[in-house]
Nanobody, 124 residues
Framework: QVQLVESGGGLVQAGGSLRLSCAAS????????FGWFRQAPGNERQFVAG????????YYSDLVKGRFTISRDNAKSAVYLQMNSLKPEDTALYYC?????????????????WGQGTQVSVSA
């Protein structure tokens, strides 16, 4: 069982930055691939970024590439999402998710464990 707790969301002006954190409680943290997803009201859940078990391989949605950076610290059992140059369209509930797949996948159905989410709101 993997429990995930996100933090770091908030309200920021367009062009600003936020850093999301995901704390995981599992003895096998480095066995999982992690992803960040987001969901705005009325929209489907959307893949944002993913990182493999070592942190050496990352993958991003075209919507955030060049602005967001995903990373992980296996010693701290934590995953991060650094978000820069935020836009109003980035406003959403952001979720951390974990999967036992050996490579980064963008399909939310392949992720087994999910956090409760942290709200990110970007004002114009």
């Amino acid at each position: 069982q993997v429990q995930l707790v996100e933090s770091g969301g908030g309200l920021v002006q367009a062009g600003g930055s936020l850093r999301l954190s995901c704390a995981a409680s599992t003895p096998g943290f480095d066995k999982y691939v992690f992803g960040w997803f987001r969901q705005a009201p009325g929209n489907e859940r959307q893949f944002v970024a993913g990182v493999d078990w070592s942190g050496g391989s990352t993958y991003y949605s075209d919507l955030v590439k060049g602005r967001f950076t995903i990373s992980r610290d296996n010693a701290k059992s934590a995953v991060y999402l650094q978000m820069n140059s935020l836009k109003p369209e980035d406003t959403a509930l952001y979720y951390c998710a974990a999967t036992a797949w050996r490579t980064v996948v963008s399909d939310s159905k392949k992720y087994t464990y999910w956090g409760q989410g942290t709200q990110v709101s970007v004002s114009a």
